[in-house]
């Protein structure tokens, strides 16, 4: 069964310091999103992202925040200057096409900023 | 903004016993997704409702979604083992996407 997948699963950066997370969403999907979870806390949305560019994104996803889809299988999501608060498990997901509902999430990367 | 409630926090159950999670919106919602979590897992989709006063049932799960489109809830019955984990409500409005902060369900065999 297609899954979606995601490198690294952990990732130990220092403040100040760029990271990018990457991800590759099911073959075919249309629909791609990150979500972030700080330890023990409720998923919150970051972006959302459809044919090429940003169709919604929340507040948390500010200036230091960026997304790619670089070539036809990767999503990727940048943070320029990670903060220490920006520790969290990123989780990127897809979804088939305007008429499924269903996120399809990937095992997660856990951002460790020290 | 939108402020999307979940009660309770925590639920311990015997096995066997039902179990409910409920999810309260600030605003009204064109739509709201249910998830689970294992611990240690990623979120996996379970149900959207859609329209005002829906009822969806998956084998033991039944969902429902509030005439006024603020609430919903999650109902399982018989509780086993396997059901285990957290479940999260998502609620959209015309701009936002939020999560409820969870229900954590343990079951004690």
């Known amino acids: 069964e297609p899954e979606v997948t995601q490198t690294p699963s952990h990732q130990v950066t220092q403040m100040g310091q760029e990271v990018i997370l990457r991800c590759v969403p099911i073959?075919?999907?249309?629909?791609f999103y990150w979500y972030r979870q700080i330890l023990g806390q409720k998923v919150e949305f970051l972006v959302s992202?459809?044919?090429?560019?940003?169709?919604?994104k929340s507040e948390i996803f500010d200036d230091q925040f960026s997304v790619e889809r670089p070539d036809g299988s990767n999503f990727t999501l940048k943070i320029r200057s990670t903060k220490l608060e920006d520790s969290a498990m990123y989780f990127c997901?897809?979804?088939?096409?305007?008429?499924?509902?269903?996120?399809?999430f990937g095992p997660g990367t856990r951002l460790t900023v020290t | 903004g939108q402020q999307v409630m979940q009660i309770p926090q925590y639920q311990h159950v015997q096995e066997g016993e039902d179990f409910t999670t409920y999810c309260n919106s600030s605003?009204?919602?064109?739509?709201i997704q249910w998830y689970k979590q294992r611990p240690g897992g990623h979120p996996v989709f379970l149900i959207q409702?859609?329209?005002?006063?829906e009822v969806k049932k998956q084998k033991r799960l039944t969902f429902q979604f509030g005439e006024a489109k603020k609430n919903s809830s999650l109902h399982i019955t018989a509780t086993q083992t396997t059901d285990v984990g957290t479940y999260f409500c998502?609620?959209?409005?015309?701009?936002?996407?939020?999560f409820g902060a969870g229900t954590r369900l343990t079951v004690k065999p």
């Open positions: 997901a897809s979804r088939p096409s305007p008429l499924s509902y269903e996120q399809y």
């Open positions: 073959s075919n999907h249309l629909y």
């Open positions: 992202f459809y044919n090429n560019e940003i169709s919604e």
């Open positions: 605003t009204t919602l064109s739509n």
């Open positions: 409702l859609v329209k005002s006063g």
């Open positions: 998502a609620g959209r409005d015309n701009n936002d996407m939020r």
